[in-house]
């Protein structure tokens, strides 16, 4: 239980399916129009958090033994940006190793399609800089505006998608996400893996949202896994070391079983030393127990379908 000790309180910093006014010039006229656009930059609280994620993943890959190498996170970042050369692993770094290796070994024991639906701040560079196995579609839902500035930076230093995969992405301002992953092509009768990481949530109203479309679009049996903000438990129970029955509760009630991940026993894992320190964050890793939506519709056709035929055949028999 100690694990999960010490998680700070996070100030919330964006509305989930809220845009926020966001504005920007591509010709400037005078240093004043720069120092403008410059400063609606600073002042998105979205676009900071991705960049301090990308900033993070960009001082483990060059740390002497890094957790994971990120080529194309140094695109978000500033050019005289400071190198981390502590010994021990920052919580974010963790993460995002655990669920990289997650992502992976789960998607190379599927079949045929594989869908992998990730949520993130809109600078998540998974889908360049892991090694996918053929046939694998990448649904990125993320700020769409976080998004857009990220895909011309990896366009300009040449990052593609592995061969035989496809990445699309899915608006988080989308009036409905789920219907807007099934016009992508998800399909909810075929395995699925989703992880989130660095999607901007505010409310325990909105990662419910959250919970309702991971359970109704994945099939019995998927994974969902990434990291939650710890203040959520705070706010709705006060008291921190109540957070795993908070999240076990939570969870069932969407119809999943969950299992909260020590970020010390990940380091451990690696043989890495965790950084001191509180983190905002709370690691996790649920399975899906219920059918998709797609999954009942499906049955729901068979099984009207068998009563018709039933109905023929008593029918030919009279």
Same mark, same amino acid.
């Given at each position: 239980?100690?694990?999960?000790?010490?998680?700070?309180?996070?100030?919330?910093?964006?509305?989930?399916?809220?845009?926020?006014?966001?504005?920007?010039?591509?010709?400037?006229?005078?240093?004043?129009?720069?120092?403008?656009?410059?400063?609606?930059?600073?002042?998105?609280?979205?676009?900071?958090?991705?960049?301090?994620? %990308?900033?993070?993943?960009?001082?483990?890959?060059?740390?002497?033994?890094?957790?994971?190498?990120?080529?194309?996170?140094?695109?978000?970042?500033?050019?005289?940006?400071?190198?981390?050369?502590?010994?021990?692993?920052?919580?974010?770094?963790?993460?995002?190793?655990?669920?990289?290796?997650?992502?992976?070994?789960?998607?190379?024991?599927?079949?045929?399609?594989?869908?992998?639906?990730?949520?993130?701040?809109?600078?998540?560079?998974?889908?360049?800089?892991?090694? $996918?196995?053929?046939?694998?579609?990448?649904?990125?839902?993320?700020?769409?505006?976080?998004?857009?500035?990220? %895909?011309?930076?990896?366009?300009?230093?040449?990052?593609?998608?592995?061969?035989?995969?496809?990445?699309?992405?899915?608006?988080?301002?989308?009036?409905?996400?789920?219907?807007?992953?099934?016009?992508?092509?998800?399909?909810?009768?075929?395995?699925?893996? $989703?992880?989130?990481?660095?999607?901007?949530?505010?409310?325990?109203?909105?990662?419910?949202?959250?919970?309702?479309?991971?359970?109704?679009?994945?099939?019995?049996?998927?994974?969902?896994?990434?990291?939650?903000?710890? $203040?959520?438990?705070?706010?709705?129970?006060?008291?921190?070391?109540?957070?795993?029955? $908070?999240?076990?509760?939570?969870?069932?009630?969407?119809?999943?079983?969950?299992?909260?991940?020590?970020?010390?026993?990940?380091?451990?894992?690696?043989?890495?030393?965790?950084?001191?320190?509180?983190?905002?964050?709370?690691?996790?890793? %649920?399975?899906?127990?219920?059918?998709?939506?797609?999954?009942?519709?499906?049955?729901?056709?068979?099984?009207?379908?068998?009563?018709?035929?039933?109905?023929?055949?008593?029918?030919?028999?009279?």
């Amino acid at each position: 239980m100690d694990c999960f000790l010490g998680f700070a309180h996070a100030p919330a910093t964006a509305i989930l399916r809220r845009p926020v006014t966001y504005t920007t010039s591509r010709t400037y006229r005078n240093g004043g129009l720069r120092l403008r656009a410059r400063l609606v930059e600073e002042n998105d609280p979205l676009l900071q958090s991705a960049l301090d994620s %990308a900033s993070l993943r960009f001082r483990e890959t060059h740390r002497p033994e890094p957790l994971f190498v990120d080529p194309y996170a140094g695109c978000f970042v500033a050019p005289n940006a400071q190198m981390d050369m502590k010994q021990s692993s920052d919580h974010y770094c963790l993460a995002t190793k655990f669920i990289d290796d997650k992502l992976l070994r789960t998607v190379n024991h599927i079949d045929g399609l594989k869908q992998v639906v990730l949520l993130t701040d809109g600078m998540d560079t998974r889908p360049y800089r892991l090694s $996918w196995p053929t046939s694998t579609i990448i649904f990125n839902i993320s700020p769409e505006r976080v998004f857009k500035r990220a %895909a011309e930076k990896l366009q300009g230093v040449g990052a593609k998608i592995p061969r035989s995969c496809v990445s699309l992405h899915v608006p988080l301002e989308s009036s409905n996400i789920q219907q807007s992953l099934r016009a992508k092509g998800f399909n909810g009768n075929r395995p699925s893996i $989703w992880a989130m990481q660095g999607l901007p949530v505010m409310t325990l109203a909105s990662f419910e949202d959250i919970l309702l479309t991971v359970s109704g679009s994945a099939m019995n049996g998927c994974f969902f896994l990434g990291e939650l903000p710890a $203040w959520l438990a705070e706010t709705e129970i006060g008291i921190k070391t109540s957070a795993r029955k $908070w999240m076990e509760k939570l969870f069932m009630n969407n119809g999943f079983r969950v299992d909260m991940i020590c970020y010390e026993e990940v380091a451990r894992s690696l043989g890495k030393e965790l950084a001191s320190g509180c983190y905002k964050n709370i690691l996790f890793s %649920a399975e899906q127990l219920r059918f998709s939506d797609d999954q009942m519709e499906t049955w729901r056709k068979e099984f009207q379908r068998a009563e018709e035929e039933g109905d023929e055949e008593g029918f030919e028999e009279l």
